[in-house]
């Protein structure tokens, strides 16, 4: 007897090794807790989980590692283990740094030899993958283990593919189901139940959360069902949703979970972990049902005595496998993550993630070893179309001829080609700019609204997808461009993708086409209104000096004639130099010069004038032609001649700005009246003359911009102030 005592404490303790060694070597955590709620035991995948030591973890409330939400669906799942029942959920853990990791928990209840609650244990699935990966293809396939129903009226009107598995229906005959054939998937001795449970939804009495009841499927075999349901508005119309999770597996093993090695047994047979263990020949003692299924045993007892060679894969893979036992024989360290391909009993090619530990006797000697691995072909398949998905979209992008990008708020995350040649910088500037670098590159007048845009985009308020705004190339050029902006989620990081396509040139069109309309608005109003008005002088004179009798009163007419003819030819000269504004080619001239030599043409003409100049740089070089003395001999000119004063005073002034140059025309005359001011250029209203907006059609052609403010800001009384802006060579506005 002692003899035989002493083999059963042998096997006993070797049979406590090796499911310690399979726990730990499980892809999936698992943890016991005690009937407090103490976490008594954890593998070393849930210490990876958690990033946890074990040391902080064993010991502690299982509640120290959830948040409330969280906390409130772990505790409904406890309590159904104290009623001795088994449940899979989904639960979001709070990890050490903060973050969450999505697991699927499939939890089952522990009893003592006289039947008292002890605890329970969990195997924890990390299914972060999987809804990472569901993120970046935005899959809309409903994928969800449990089965997700819609009722009203007593009748489906939503069901989703895992409901539809549970009953053994397809979607499609569910939905077309009358209310009498919904409720004989009801087993008959539940409906009852449930038609009470409606009645006391009905009449505002709580209802218990969750409850089980019975689906008969289409091939007869009862599914029990763990449901979740309440009131929900689907469609405008009030309904009731119900959740359902599949605990029949549960319902059928709480009998068989009373000691610790069946325990165990249930745990290897259910996860979905393939588990198989081998002695130091690399031939099979044992394996899960898992394993038995895809090597072509059928039952874990036909794998005793095989090797791989005997098993489903191909001969590559076995030696691989093999290989692999060798080696953490040979070295007694495991391997971890091994990434190999594997031909599985139904001819399927599958991907596996294997971890392969060595097994140890009472004198920790290797025996043997233990393998895991779990199926990842979906996660591969997933990772390698997303990889394709990004190889493609990158062609594409590469080989655009608008320039995209994408952009956070700190840095570019990719720009195209495309973009690199619009702003004209090289990859080595680009690559390596700050946030602050990137806005450069926009127009200081644009940058305020683009940052708002971007800034709202990426925290998705609504923003108008189009938008047009200039960029600065390295040369100092300015690019008109019209964005198409959308918020897209790259590399794990909310940003903005821009399509940008250059306008520039059809502004440019645009710009043209306007001057030409402008002038043949001019040329109307002046047909139909200066020159009208001069012959109609010459007309009414001419009669008036033929009646007239005095001399002296005919050449009075006389000299009013000459004067109207005279200003009809100079309106009809004016008006032939603005047809030569587009013909005459840009070169570059000096402002400065031009400025001085024009003042000294106009002071011969009168002495009353007193011209002050002031100049902030000199040889200041300008785009501009033979018209820039026409230009600023109007604007002086409209200065004198709208001055009733007797002592003229004009202010003439040269400045440096920016990306451009600014001449300051103010006189000490009588102003323009704000509401004058805003259509002063207006062609279709005309408030100024002919040498105003000559004026403004030069300023046009040099890419530059002209307006008109008051001499004394506020006081419109005190004299009016021109300012031209030009910009520098390279740099141009749109008008």
């Keep these: 007897m002692p003899e035989e005592q002493s083999n059963q404490q042998s096997d006993s303790s070797s049979e406590v090794l090796r499911y310690r060694a399979l726990l730990d070597a499980m892809n999936d955590a698992f943890g016991v807790i005690d009937s407090e709620g103490i976490l008594t035991y954890a593998n070393h995948r849930f210490s990876e989980l958690l990033d946890y030591p074990l040391e902080d973890m064993i010991g502690k409330p299982i509640t120290s590692f959830l948040d409330d939400e969280n906390l409130f669906i772990l505790q409904n799942n406890v309590r159904m283990r104290v009623e001795g029942l088994s449940s899979q959920y989904e639960l979001d853990w709070t990890m050490r740094n903060g973050k969450k990791v999505h697991t699927i928990v499939s939890g089952t209840p522990l009893f003592g030899e006289d039947g008292s609650h002890q605890g329970s244990f969990a195997v924890v699935t990390d299914i972060s993958w999987r809804i990472d990966a569901e993120m970046k293809y935005k899959l809309l396939a409903e994928q969800s283990i449990q089965g997700l129903t819609i009722i009203q009226n007593d009748q489906y009107v939503y069901v989703n593919p895992a409901f539809a598995f549970l009953v053994g229906y397809t979607v499609d005959e569910i939905l077309s189901m009358s209310p009498e054939e919904g409720w004989d ?61 599949d605990i029949t597996e549960a319902k059928s093993t709480e009998a068989r979970l009373r000691s610790s090695q069946e325990m165990l047994q249930t745990v290897m047979n259910t996860i979905p972990e393939y588990v198989f263990w081998k002695d130091i020949d690399s031939i099979y003692l044992g394996c899960n049902e898992n394993f038995a299924l895809v090597s072509g045993v059928d039952t874990p007892d036909n794998i005793v005595g095989k090797t791989d060679f005997d098993l489903a894969w191909r001969d590559v893979e076995a030696e691989l496998f093999k290989a692999l036992d060798q080696e953490v024989i040979r070295t007694d360290r495991p391997h971890m993550n091994v990434i190999s391909p594997q031909r599985q009993a139904d001819d399927r090619d599958a991907w596996i993630e294997i971890n392969i530990v060595p097994l140890h006797n009472e004198e920790d000697k290797v025996i043997g070893v233990l393998g895991t691995y779990h199926d ?29 990008t994408i952009l956070t708020a700190d840095k570019f ?134 009646s007239a009798v005095d001399e002296s009163n ?48 106009m002071s011969k003409r009168s002495e009353s004038i007193t011209f002050e100049t002031s ?44 990306i451009g140059y600014v001449v300051s025309i103010a006189d000490n005359g009588m102003g323009i009246s704000d509401s004058v001011k805003a259509s002063l250029f207006d062609t279709s209203r005309r408030f100024g003359g002919l040498g105003l907006h000559t004026a403004h059609y030069i300023v046009e052609k040099y890419n530059g911009l002209i307006e008109i403010h008051d001499r004394v800001a506020g006081d419109s009384t005190q004299g009016a102030e021109f300012r031209i802006w030009i910009p520098k060579p390279g740099n141009s506005v749109d008008t």
């Design 554 to 601: 005919k050449e009075s007419f006389m000299k009013v004639i000459g004067d109207a003819v005279r200003r009809c030819a100079r309106i009809i000269e004016e008006a032939k130099v603005t047809e030569q504004l587009l013909s005459i080619p840009i070169r570059e001239r000096k402002l400065d010069e031009a400025i001085e030599s024009t003042i000294k043409a």
């Design 185 to 245: 998937l009801i087993h008959p001795d539940d409906r009852k139940y449930l038609l009470q449970l409606a009645s006391d939804r009905r009449s505002g009495i709580k209802i218990p959360m969750p409850y089980e009841y019975r689906f008969v499927r289409r091939d007869g075999s009862v599914r029990w069902v763990q449901a979740f349901s309440g009131d929900i508005e689907y469609e405008g119309i009030p309904a009731l949703q119900v959740m359902l999770i």
């Design 376 to 404: 990842i072909t979906e996660k591969r398949i997933a990772e390698d179309n997303l990889i394709k998905s990004e190889a493609k979209y990158r062609s594409l992008a590469e080989q655009s001829v608008q320039g995209i």
């Design 413 to 546: 995350l990719y720009y195209n080609p495309a973009f690199k040649e619009l702003v004209r910088y090289p990859d080595e500037e680009l690559s390596i700019m700050s946030a602050d670098d990137v806005w450069d590159l926009v127009h200081p007048d644009d940058r305020q609204e683009l940052r708002k845009r971007m800034e709202d985009k990426i925290a998705g308020r609504s923003v108008p997808p189009r938008y047009e705004y200039r960029f600065i190339r390295k040369s100092g050029d300015i690019r008109w461009v019209e964005s198409f902006t959308s918020r897209v989620e790259y590399g794990g990081t909310s940003a903005v993708q821009t399509v940008i396509v250059d306008i520039t040139g059809r502004r440019e069109s645009e710009r043209e086409l306007r001057v030409a309309k402008d002038r043949a608005l001019l040329y109307l109003d002046l047909m139909g209104h200066d020159l009208a008005q001069q012959l109609q002088v010459i007309l009414n004179s001419a009669a008036l000096m033929r």
């Design 615 to 658: 100049y902030s740089s000199r040889n200041v070089i300008i785009e501009a032609d033979d018209f820039l003395e026409l230009l600023l001999s109007n604007i002086l000119m409209n200065a004198i001649e709208h001055n009733p004063k007797d002592e003229k005073k004009v202010w003439v002034e040269l400045t440096e700005v920016d």
